[in-house]
């Protein structure tokens, strides 16, 4: 086993350890009511059967949201399928068998890259975890290759004024200019705003939100 190969396996290994020991609602990110990403979801000209990847959905209450609201093509996808069966837990046999799961790693993905005519990207804190050049990469081309002409990407990070760890973990920091420069001329930056996560403590995280077109 190569070096990337044992770092893939660790990622993995991190994030099931972090979702095995705490509950949804105890994970610094959680968010009742993802009001952010909604908003930007309502920028998105799309129809309830259009599909909708949620990149690192982990035990994400987007998906719940996305049900709720009667989407009909919800792909959710994670590392950790502890996370994902968290999130199936919660939603229920019922609304679970609504969505398509699938446990990849979007850094070395095997079964993501097999998707097509993606309407909306949502990335809420995955990104951020990227600091080597070619799982940034990665990243990006498989976002190209997924994500339809028109199509919609929602990503949000840790802003400029953000933490500089999470869960143990390193994080690169945003701004919309520097997201805007890493998807390239392809797309075009429709919208975007400064938002504070507070998270279960308290305690406040500073985000960017972006909401892109492709050209």
Known sequence: MNYTNIMNASMKEHWNEIYAALDA????????????????LSGCHINK???????????????????????????????????LDKLKERLGKEKTSRVRWIVDDITRPVHIRDLSDIAVWHDRAVLHFLLEENEQQEYLSTLKKVIRKGGYVIIAAFSLKGAKKCSGLNVKNYDQDMLAGFLGEDFSLLDHFDYTHHMPSGGPRPYIYTLFQKN
């Open 49 to 83: 059967n259009d599909p909708i990847l949620d990149v690192g959905a982990g035990a994400s209450t987007f998906v719940d949201y996305l049900v709720n609201q009667g989407f009909r093509n919800i792909i959710a996808t994670d590392i950790s399928e502890i996370a």
């Open 25 to 40: 609602d105890e994970l610094t990110w959680y968010e009742e009511i993802p009001e952010a990403s909604i908003k930007l």
